[in-house]
Nanobody, 118 residues
Framework: QVQLVESGGGLVQPGGSLRLSCAAS????????MGWYRQAPGKQRELVAV???????NYADSVKGRFTISRDHAKNTVDLQMNSLKPEDTAVYYC????????????WGQGTQVTVSS
């Protein structure tokens, strides 16, 4: 059974930092592109950052220079370090795992709320 379990969300003031973590189980981690997406109220889910097992990363323009995605193949985790947070970063953040050999292997975590507010 595939599980992606996020942790680390919460309330933070503008300019602050948070670190999200996603623990993956039931998958061959090295064969998955792992990513973070977010969905704000009334908006569509959008890509935040993705990481391949080869070390390539890609970020949304809105988070470049502020967020860093990293993955640990020993622990099967993917983290998102978020610095210089802004109110517009407020959203539910979802961990995603996408199998590189089949579109059928696409999994989501349950989401974790990040609220940036003073």
């Amino acid at each position: 059974q595939v599980q992606l379990v996020e942790s680390g969300g919460g309330l933070v003031q503008p300019g602050g930092s948070l670190r999200l973590s996603c623990a993956a189980s039931g998958i061959s981690f090295s064969y998955y592109v792992m990513g973070w997406y977010r969905q704000a109220p009334g908006k569509q889910r959008e890509l935040v950052a993705v990481s391949t097992s080869g070390g390539s990363t890609n970020y949304a323009d809105s988070v470049k220079g502020r967020f860093t995605i990293s993955r640990d193949h020993a622990k099967n985790t993917v983290d998102l370090q978020m610095n210089s947070l802004k109110p517009e970063d407020t959203a539910v953040y979802y961990c995603n795992g996408r199998y590189i050999f089949s579109a059928a292997g696409n999994y989501w975590g349950q989401g974790t709320q990040v609220t940036v507010s003073s």
